[in-house]
């Protein structure tokens, strides 16, 4: 029989409603369990210290999400573990040095640490259509340094540049999107489009108020250090990119999106006719402005994560999902 493949994208920079910011883990712990793999980015589960994917999760960089699915290479994951490169900027900082090992003595995961010669800078921005944004430099010169170096994934740990006003106002409050996330999807996107490794970013440096309430979405990101752990326990076991046997775009049944995200990985599901399920509950920023989808999207848009469940495990049963239920799936 074969096996039950689902890609499941939730991007950051966009203000979704669930995830995006520290993770969506249990939401993902749910959809795992009604497949047999989930092809998930960094941002799904992503929550400082906490990174809760099952073992059947694949741990994907968003470009090499959206090249697997343009069908230009297959994914295959490693028979042990990768070997993590850990790009820091100089000097090294302490936290850097303790983050790893505990990534090496909590994870029995095998990384190495490396200065860059050249700083990997940061910036945040927020878009005039209140998307967050954002500017990479150094990102060249960091991939000439490593490039013949020995690794399987990348983890950067670099400080982001941010206005802190709307940093203090994003903690407390639900009506601004994440305002570095975009940034490090961008740096992680050139940097794994040029080395076609996976590759994953943590901050350092931020600024949460030790005595601070923040709203129960971040809380995983008020209580960390370094941020970076989700990270080297992502990479530990991510898929890497094979020219050969592996698991291929065919092998797709479902991309899951938020409703109100549109891109690259949706284009390539119509392209491929693989069924792309938008879940309403989850709204950006774009679709509670009322951006709508284009006309010629082909998307079954179900309510909540619940839904997409069921949905799934409908078909997985044999049974065609609309007769279990007294109402028909919007299609749009």
């Known amino acids: 029989m074969k096996d039950f493949n689902v890609v ?38 992503n929550a400082s210290d906490i990174n809760e994917s099952p073992e059947n999760c694949w741990y994907t960089e968003g470009s090499i999400i959206d090249r697997f699915l343009e069908g230009k290479f297959n994914l295959k994951k490693p028979k042990t573990y990768n070997k993590i490169l850990l ?7 302490n936290d850097s040095i303790n983050a790893m090992n505990a ?5 029995g995961a095998d990384i190495e640490l490396v200065e860059l010669k050249n700083p990997l800078i940061m910036k945040a921005i927020m878009n005039p259509d209140g998307t967050a944004g954002g500017i990479v430099e150094g990102w060249k010169e960091l991939v ?24 203090d106002y994003y903690w407390k409050n639900e009506d601004i999107v994440n305002p570095y996330g975009a940034v490090e999807a961008l740096a992680s996107k050139l940097i794994a489009t040029a080395i076609n490794k996976p590759t994953a970013h943590a901050p350092v440096d931020f600024e949460v108020g030790e005595d601070e309430i923040v709203r129960i979405s971040l809380a995983p990101e008020s209580i960390s250090s370094t941020y970076l752990f989700c990270v080297l326990k ?45 879940v309403w509950e989850n709204s950006t920023c774009l679709s509670r402005n009322g951006w709508t989808y284009p006309k010629d999207a082909k998307l079954i848009v179900l309510d909540n994560y619940l839904e997409v469940v069921g949905y799934l495990m409908s078909l997985q049963a044999g049974v065609n999902p609309k007769h279990t239920v007294t109402h028909n799936f919007q299609k749009i």
Not at 28 to 38: E, F
Not at 103 to 107: C, F, Q, R, Y
Not at 147 to 152: G, M, N, W
């Open 144 to 167: 000439k340094q490593i490039k013949d170096l020995d690794f399987d994934a990348l983890a950067l740990h670099t400080p982001i540049e941010y206005d802190k006003k709307i940093s």
């Open 87 to 93: 790009a820091v900027n100089s000097p090294v900082r």
């Open 234 to 278: 992502g990479l530990h076991k991510a898929p890497r990119i094979v020219y050969g046997k592996g698991l291929n775009v065919r092998d797709i049944d479902f991309l899951i999106t938020p409703y109100g995200c549109w891109g690259t990985p949706h284009l390539h599901c119509i392209n491929n006719n693989i069924p792309i399920i938008g």
């Open 8 to 45: 499941a994208i939730i991007p950051t920079g966009l203000g979704c409603k669930l995830g995006g910011d520290a993770g969506f883990n249990t939401g993902l712990k749910l959809l795992a369990k009604c497949c047999d793999n989930i092809i998930i980015n960094p941002n799904f589960c």
């Open 103 to 107: 990534g090496i003595w909590g994870l």
